[in-house]
């Protein structure tokens, strides 16, 4: 029993001794465990979001090129939008003097007329009575011209009374005004009285075109019935179209005669056409706007009058600090440009290092950006990203995403 006692006592003595050393084991820790496990929380906090970092290969594939902001004489833009137009002269609007019916016409919408061409022929009695009218009055005329001089004569030779002759004198001279009238109408409805004859009365007279162009309008069909005041046919000679813009009233002062205007046609995305102001409207609108008038330097007779154009005038340059439309990001309606800070070795890896700047965005002109820095950026010593920025944004988006992630 007694060695039963001491065995058991052995047991006991072993059993404390193995759970001693194991509570010791597991309250001590390696030396460092505690500095590896904080150390990836450590590195995540040393991370800068406004650094962004390249390989080699990155660098290369990004397509990034690296220099330094220039002064530019940069122009504030003035945009504008407007039409082609034609001045006064170079539009007509055809209509029947003295109305009628539409005998015939063979004009289409785009066919191009010369000055003096038929366009139309107009069937009205009226005509007929015009013409007969004339021919009696010139018939009249002839017999009251010779009464007058036989007068005149038998006046001078004192055969017959001054008071004939006064009277023969003024019959002829009321009827010769008479004559003068009627050939004006006859001119206004497009006949000579020169070539008018006895045998010629017609009840059918043309329309001619009174300038040279396009039939931009049509608005005469054969059988119609058309009265003087109706618009049969619009003419519009392209040769001499002109852009006319509309600007706000705030911007009419920077406006001068003889600046260039870039602007272009619809679907066109790219201003690559030029003209020149010409004329600056002394009247404002009802919208508060006032019209310019510019002058195409290429003029093209295929262009249709009304056609929509957007433009730029380029007002007065100064020079200021710029850096080309590549080098510009946009993030979270913010603007950014990236400094180069240097190359770093990481093992056998070199690390091209990028830090994002804030700046202010001002005037663009010929792919070129205006930007104001942060305050102690040294621009004639240190390298910005001229193009590939958008490259280095997306990285960096990219590289939060996956740390979101885990």
Do not use: W
């Amino acid at each position: 029993m007694k060695a039963i006692a001491l065995h058991m006592k052995a047991i006991r003595f072993l059993l404390y001794m193995g759970s001693f050393l194991l509570l010791a084991s597991c309250g001590s820790q390696p030396e460092g465990a505690e500095s590896a496990e904080k150390q990836p929380l450590e590195a995540h906090q040393e991370e800068d979001p406004q650094v962004a970092e390249l390989t080699r290969q990155q660098y290369q594939i990004a397509g990034i090129t690296l220099g330094k902001p220039q002064m530019r004489s940069m122009s504030d833009l003035l945009t504008m939008t407007g039409k082609l137009d034609l001045p006064p002269q170079n539009m007509a609007s055809i209509s029947a003097p003295l109305g009628g019916y539409v005998k015939s016409t063979t004009l289409l919408e785009g066919m191009r007329v010369r000055k003096g061409q038929v366009v139309a022929r107009i069937e009205n009695p009226e005509f007929v009575s015009l013409q007969q009218d004339y021919l009696e009055a010139r018939s009249r005329l002839e017999y009251l011209k010779l009464e007058y001089e036989r007068q005149k004569e038998l006046a001078q030779e004192q055969v017959t009374a001054a008071k004939n002759f006064q009277q023969a004198r003024a019959e002829y001279q009321s009827f010769q005004a008479r004559v003068e009238a009627l050939a004006e109408r006859l001119r206004i409805i497009g006949i000579s009285p020169a070539t008018l004859q006895i045998g010629k009365i017609s009840r059918i007279l043309p329309i001619y075109a009174p300038i040279s162009g396009y039939v931009t309008h049509i608005s005469a069909s054969v059988g119609q019935y058309v009265n003087p005041s109706d618009v049969l046919f619009r003419i519009a000679d392209t040769d001499h179209l002109h852009v006319e813009l509309t600007v706000f009233e705030k911007d009419v002062a920077a406006l001068r005669k003889g600046q260039r205007v870039l602007y272009s046609l619809p679907n066109e995305k790219v201003a690559r056409h030029q003209a020149t102001v010409y004329l600056i409207g002394k009247e404002i609108s009802p919208e508060r706007t006032v019209q310019v008038h510019a002058h195409m330097e290429e003029e093209d007779k295929d262009l249709v009058p009304g056609m929509f154009v957007q433009a730029q005038v380029a007002l007065s340059g100064k020079q200021v600090l710029a850096l080309p439309e590549t080098a510009v990001v946009q993030d979270n309606g913010s603007y950014f440009v990236y400094l180069y800070t240097g190359e770093e070795k990481e093992g056998e890896e070199l690390i091209k290092k990028f830090r994002m700047l804030p700046v202010e965005k001002g005037v663009e002109a010929g792919g070129y950006v205006q930007v104001g820095l942060p305050e102690g950026i040294e621009t004639t010593s240190e390298n910005f990203v001229l193009s590939g920025a958008y490259s280095l944004l997306a990285k960096m988006r990219n590289a939060e995403d996956e740390g979101g992630h885990h």
